[in-house]
DNA sequence: ATCTTGACTTGCC
DNA sequence: CGGCAAGCCAAGA
């Protein structure tokens, strides 16, 4: 588990998130190699890995996460102390937040580069 | 080993 | 982004 590769990549990916940025449970999965391997990015989030910015890591819809260390609150708090606008819905503009990895990052964290996904126009 | 759950996503209505 | 079903993958009972 802990020299499971696909859950290194998710550490990786996700402590490459820069400060004020977000990604979607989908997506980093992706680039960790798995095309549906949302819920295990969420278990290992779960699981563990401190020092790692979860709270920079949220549901396609840009909805904070169901089971947050410290609940929703902590969450909401975390990013708006990143400043991110997080409305009273508990969610936030994934088109202005949505962070993709440059190709030098995608390198360094060792992603294929046929790892480019269509998500700008969604939502 | 099977069954249930879940910090998810997508598709269809 | 209203609701519901299916898909996928791993952990826990």
Known sequence: MR???FRTRVL???RA???GRLVTYGQVALLAGKRHGAREV???AH???EGIPWQRVVNRFGGLAAGFTGGREGHRMALRREGVRVGVDD???LGRYLWWPDARTR???GLGPGTN???EGNL
Do not use: K, N, Q, Y
Request: overall charge positive; proline content about 8%.
């Open 47 to 49: 699981a563990g890995g």
């Open 17 to 19: 998130v820069p400060r």
């Open 91 to 93: 969610r936030v503009d």
């Open 107 to 109: 390198r360094r964290l």
């Open 42 to 44: 969420g278990w290992i």
């Open 12 to 14: 990786a990916i996700v």
């Open 117 to 119: 996904v269509c998500w």
């Open 3 to 5: 020299s499971d590769p």
